[in-house]
């Protein structure tokens, strides 16, 4: 019998680049999003705007939060380990960014591994790769003005326990000219439980 296991080993020995980290960070001018890759980055590697983002295989629409979205596609690439936990973290992740405000796993299956990114405003972006670590790198610009808003963040809490729940002040970016619709939208991108804020 033919295993998931025997599999994933098959296609990384097949040259199958592996994820094994997602990081976003602001830059005057710009929001960077990193893919980061063990051994040799993806074979081939593509961005693209697009109205929805697509599960991968089953074809159900996937919720990426943001007034637009990226697809992010890698081939000859997986975004789990043998066992097959992820190898990257947080399947869903929210990010403190201007632009970038969610990263969103839409399909790892058959040496194929799709994102869709939510941003806060559809904006020109360009791509580029580094060495040493495999890194395929997304700049999307920001050159919107935007301000500091407060969002309240409710820690989970056991439902009769007796504690009052935990409640976390973060700050966020959002546009200085639409700042309640900037602040909601980083709201509703709050990570779940088998999520990350960055």
């Known amino acids: ?32 999003l990193i893919f980061q890759f063990s051994g040799k980055l993806p074979a081939h590697r ?8 697509v599960a991968d295989p089953s074809g159900e629409a996937v919720p990426v939060d943001g007034s637009a979205r990226l697809l992010v596609r890698f081939r000859a690439a997986t975004g789990h380990k043998a066992n097959g936990q992820s190898s990257y973290g947080p399947a869903r992740r929210a990010f403190a960014l201007p632009g970038v405000i969610q990263v969103v796993n839409a399909g790892d ?6 994102f869709g990114i939510g941003l806060a405003r559809r904006q020109r972006f360009k791509v580029f790769t580094l060495a ?51 602040a909601l939208q980083r709201r509703y991108a709050r990570p779940g439980r088998d999520a990350a804020v960055g």
């Open 1 to 32: 019998m033919f295993s998931a296991r025997a599999a994933t080993r098959s296609l990384a020995s097949a040259g199958q680049a592996t994820l094994v980290a997602i990081s976003a960070e602001h830059h005057t001018g710009y929001d960077r």
């Open 46 to 53: 593509s961005v693209r705007n697009v109205s929805r983002v």
């Open 109 to 114: 299956a058959d040496g194929v591994l799709r």
């Open 132 to 182: 040493n670590p495999s890194r395929f790198v997304i700049d999307i610009s920001t050159p919107f003005r935007t301000a500091p808003v407060r969002d309240d963040l409710l820690g989970s809490c056991q439902v009769g326990d007796g504690r009052p729940p935990h409640v976390h002040a973060v700050s966020r970016l959002a546009f200085l000219s639409a700042t309640a619709v900037g």
